[in-house]
Structure formats: structure tokens, C-alpha cells
């Protein structure tokens, strides 16, 4: 069977989901096999320490529309997704969890969605059944932040069951745990963004990777993507504003010191201490702008040469036509 640009692209990342993956494979070759369209299933072994790439390799010697990626170590979710996101070659990719809390029979809303025009279709865990602590709260309030600083009015950011268009998920560069806000990170290119309701099931085997230890990661990485949808491509924005600020405190201070002493309303030598925070907020001030200048020249050098990946391969295995 000769693959050459599928249809229908689905990347899931596993990471010591040996005993999920044969069960997931079943259910995807069922679905994508009723959508009626050519596909391919790019499986993203993410360093598993069990069994899962022996079980991955078993499946891509069985079926031709398997793409295998084996990464030399757990990269992380986001890691593992871009090498697969990489290597798919669908007009439609579609990203989704290997622990079975995902439905694969809910792909072909997504597809149906993307067919109407839309760029993105992210799902909404609506009605959730994770623990109240650990998960669903953290949860709201992340998506509450990034859905403010984005400006995009998504529920939720976390779930990985989203499908993209070929063209808009290819040039976004994903690092530490960025595929949480593919969203927000494309919004600066125009796209159509929708939002449908998901399942939200139990794992049938296997542990859960998540904690409460990912809250300070993720509050980091939303300042971060905060930088990168606002002021990517023009950083001197926000450090040169900063910088007027403090800038303008010190030559306020200084002057209003200066206008006093010349009309001998008071001594210099008595205000030494504020003098001396004058100048030190103009250096500050001064130190900011210096580096936004820095941060505008990096910023051209990131767009103009930008090709180091958030991961190493060990193999890839793929069906040649």
C-alpha cells in the first residue's frame, strides 16, 4: 500500500503505555478506517522505560499507515509532540494522549470542524472528572490566566485533543510545555480557532504523570508565552518602556533636587542619599533600554536562523513508498 501525503494525520505521544497502546491502536484503525479517508498514525515513543516500543515496533511491522518515532530519552510531552508533528505529513494532524482518556471516536467532530474552514479545533474537557485539587483547579485558574493574556476566549488550553491544519502547526516551534497553548502561540497568524466538547474518562491502566508539581512550570510558561504572542517581534516594547520609567523617576528626582538647591531651598550635601537614588534609577532605566536594543537584535537572529529542536531521535521508522 503506497502512503504519499495522507489525508488524515494522527500524533500520539506514549511514554510507559505498554499496556494502552494495543488498545488504542484498534480504536484508532476502526474510526480513521469509517472516515473514509486516506490516514497515518505517528506514534512517538517518548523514552518509555516498559515495553511500549517493543509494542510500537510490533504495530508498524503490521500495518503500513504506522510511523514510528523513538526519542533517546523522555523528552516530554511537548518534545514528543513536535517530533511527531514533524514527521506527519496529513493535510489534517490531530494530537492526542496515548492513555486512552481520549476518545478516538470522537476524531471525526474534529475533522468535521476543520472541513467547515476552521484552522484549529481545540477540545473542551466540559465536564471533567479529575480530582477537584490536584487537577481541575489548578486547571481553571491557568486557563483563566492564559485565556486573559492570550485574548483568546478558549476553556481549556490543557487537553492535548486538538486538530490543526498542516500549515498552521508547522510553523510553530514548541519547547518545554508550550503544546498546552498552541492556541494562543498561532493567534498572532489570524487563524480560526473553535472549540468543541470532549470526553473526559478515567485511565484504564497505567499511572498518571501529572501533579501539582507542574503549577510553578506552567505560571512560568504562560509569562513566557505572554512574551512570545505580545512582544516576540518587538521586545524593545517592553523592556524600552520599562526602562522610560525608570529613567524618567530618575531625572524627575534629580531635577526636583537640583530646582531646590539653585533656589537654596535646600543643601545638596544633605541629599547626597537622594541624589544617588536619582542616578541609580537613570542607570536602571537606561540598563533596560540597552537591553531591549539586545532583546531586538536576538529577536531578528531568532526569526532569521531558528533550527534547533526540543528533542533527539534515535530511529525513525517509516514505510518508504
Not at 494525520?9 to 476502526?30: A, C, G, H, T
Not at 485574548?151 to 518545554?176: P, Q
Request: hydrophobic share 45%; aromatic share 10%.
Amino acid at each position: 500500500m503506497e502512503i504519499n501525503e495522507p489525508e488524515i494525520s494522527v500524533v500520539v505521544p506514549f511514554y510507559n503505555e505498554q499496556e494502552n497502546i494495543p488498545k488504542l491502536y484498534e480504536r484508532l484503525v476502526k474510526v480513521m478506517g469509517d472516515t473514509g479517508r486516506s490516514y497515518e498514525l505517528v506514534f512517538v515513543n517518548d523514552g518509555s522505560r516498559d515495553e511500549s516500543g517493543k509494542a510500537l515496533d510490533d504495530i508498524f511491522s503490521r500495518d503500513e499507515r504506522v510511523q514510528v518515532v523513538h526519542l533517546r530519552s523522555n523528552f516530554g510531552q511537548t518534545a514528543a509532540l513536535a517530533a511527531g508533528f514533524e514527521q506527519a505529513q496529513g493535510e489534517i494532524i490531530i494530537s492526542m494522549d496515548g492513555d486512552l482518556q481520549h476518545l478516538p471516536e470522537e476524531i471525526p467532530l474534529f475533522v468535521e470542524k476543520i472541513d467547515e474552514g476552521y484552522d484549529i479545533v481545540s477540545g473542551w474537557r466540559k465536564r471533567r472528572i479529575d480530582s477537584l485539587l490536584v487537577r481541575r483547579i489548578p486547571s481553571r485558574a491557568a486557563n483563566w490566566m492564559m485565556a486573559r493574556l492570550s485574548g483568546m476566549k478558549l476553556h481549556d488550553f490543557g487537553t492535548t485533543f486538538k486538530a490543526y491544519r498542516k500549515e498552521v502547526i508547522k510553523n510553530i516551534e514548541l519547547y518545554s510545555d508550550f503544546h498546552r497553548f498552541i492556541p494562543a502561540l498561532a493567534s498572532s497568524m489570524g487563524v480560526d480557532v473553535i472549540e468543541i466538547p470532549i470526553t473526559n474518562v478515567d485511565r484504564e491502566s497505567g499511572k498518571s504523570n501529572y501533579g501539582l508539581s507542574r503549577i510553578k512550570k506552567v505560571i512560568f510558561d504562560l509569562l513566557i508565552v505572554k512574551f512570545l504572542i505580545s512582544f516576540l517581534d518587538r521586545p524593545l516594547q517592553i523592556f524600552g518602556l520599562i526602562g522610560l520609567i525608570f529613567a524618567f523617576l530618575g531625572v524627575l528626582v534629580g531635577g526636583t533636587l537640583s530646582v531646590m538647591y539653585f533656589m537654596d531651598i535646600i543643601e545638596m550635601r544633605e541629599h547626597l542619599g537622594n541624589l544617588m537614588f536619582s542616578v541609580t534609577l537613570t542607570l536602571i532605566g537606561m540598563n533596560f533600554i540597552s537591553l531591549g536594543l539586545l532583546a531586538e537584535i536576538s529577536s531578528r537572529i531568532y526569526f532569521k536562523v531558528h533550527s534547533k529542536k526540543p528533542y533527539s531521535v534515535r530511529r525513525i521508522r517509516e514505510h518508504k513508498n
